[in-house]
Structure formats: C-alpha cells, structure tokens
C-alpha cells in the first residue's frame, strides 16, 4: 500500500544565505484549486512557493519555499482543495469550478533532481513574458497614434498619406504634359540632316 500510493517531495528554503531542506512523505499531494486554470497551474502554484513566472499562465506565486518530488509513487494522487473562507459570509464557501486535467502529466520539471534546469526555463519564460509585455506595449501605441484627442492607427493614416501623394503626382503630371490633353495636335518628328557622302548611280556604265 505504501510503496504502490506513498512518494517523497523535498522542502527547501534560504535562510541567511543557506539552503535548508526537508525531506516529507505523502500520500495524496494538496492542490489549492482558486486561481487556476488547469492542473499543471495547479502544481506550479503548490510546488513553487515564491516570486516566479508561473509556465503555465500569468500568475505570480509569492512566497519563500520550493517544493519538489523526490520520489514520485506508481499511482500518483492529488487532493483538490475547492473552499476558500469567504469573510463576507464568515464562513467556507465551495468553489465551483472548471478545472481542465491534460491526458499526459509531465511531472519532470517538478523532480528535485531537475531543479537547475527548471530554474533556467523559469527564467527564460519570464524574460519572454517581458519582451511580450513590451512588444504589445508598442502596438498598443501603433494602434493608438497621434497626440491630439483623437488616436488612429498608424496604418492607416500611411496608407492615406500614400494614396493622397500619389494622386497629387498624377494630377501634376497631366497638367504640365501638353500631349495629355484631348485634341490638341501632335508635334511632328524633326526631318533628319542632310548627309556630305554623294549619291551613288544607280545607272553601272559599260565597258
């Protein structure tokens, strides 16, 4: 029973610049439902204790421990907590909803053994979620140009500016062509020079 539904996970935190770890047993692993989506939110929230960028969504867990299995059981089983005290009602409130469950859980970036790997993808996913944040910052302002009251997008206003010049080149170019207008008469070809080399007979003598 122990060996088929019973696994380890390591406890570590800083303290004074020192990492203290603590090695726990369980048997069905606790997962705070409010605040997220799906089961892998779930794990990131439980295991992660502390100023992260979540890899599943947009949250950040604030804290100052790390959880992390050290040996995962055969069967493994979570205990999803779906109340949260309510302090309006003064009491525990069921929370009703959707929690998406993935068919395949990919729990090796939760082994403690993984743990600098981990960190560096961790790291990766919040310098991307920040360029993200600055990129769309900047189309933000793209979409909304200008500084007057009223914003257009940028877009459009230099597809207008494009299409305003290059009606006004087409309209200068009719009025300074004479040619351009209807009936007037063509200018005839200058004649060529006359050439310096004689004529040659066309008329052979005899011999």
């Not at 997962?31 to 295991?47: P, R, Y």
């Not at 309006?88 to 929690?99: A, D, M, N, S, V």
């Not at 351009?180 to 200018?187: K, V």
Request: glycine content about 8%.
């Amino acid at each position: 029973m122990v060996q088929l539904f019973y696994g380890n996970f390591v406890t570590e935190r800083k303290h004074k610049g020192q990492i203290l770890s603590n090695i726990e047993q369980f048997g069905q692993y606790p997962l705070q439902v409010n605040g997220f989506n799906n089961l892998d939110e779930c794990l990131e929230g439980a295991m992660v204790e502390r100023d992260i960028e979540s890899l599943h969504s947009d949250q950040t867990i604030t804290s100052g421990r790390e959880r992390w299995f050290s040996k995962l059981p055969p069967v493994l089983t979570f205990e999803l907590s779906r109340f949260e005290f309510n302090a309006q009602l003064g009491r525990p409130e069921k929370i009703h909803k959707k929690l998406e469950f993935p068919q395949v859980v990919y729990m090796d970036r939760y082994l403690h053994k993984n743990i600098a790997m981990t960190h560096g993808r961790r790291g990766e996913v919040k310098r991307l979620k920040d360029q993200l944040a600055s990129l769309q910052q900047k189309l933000e302002c793209y979409k909304n140009y200008g500084s007057g009251p009223v914003k257009y997008p940028l877009a459009d206003m230099l597809q207008f500016v494009l299409e305003f010049a290059t009606t006004k080149t087409a309209s200068a170019s009719q009025a300074e062509d004479p040619r351009g207008g209807a009936g007037s008469p063509a200018t005839p070809p200058p004649p060529p020079p006359p050439s310096d080399q004689p004529a040659e007979s066309s008329a052979s003598e005899d011999g």
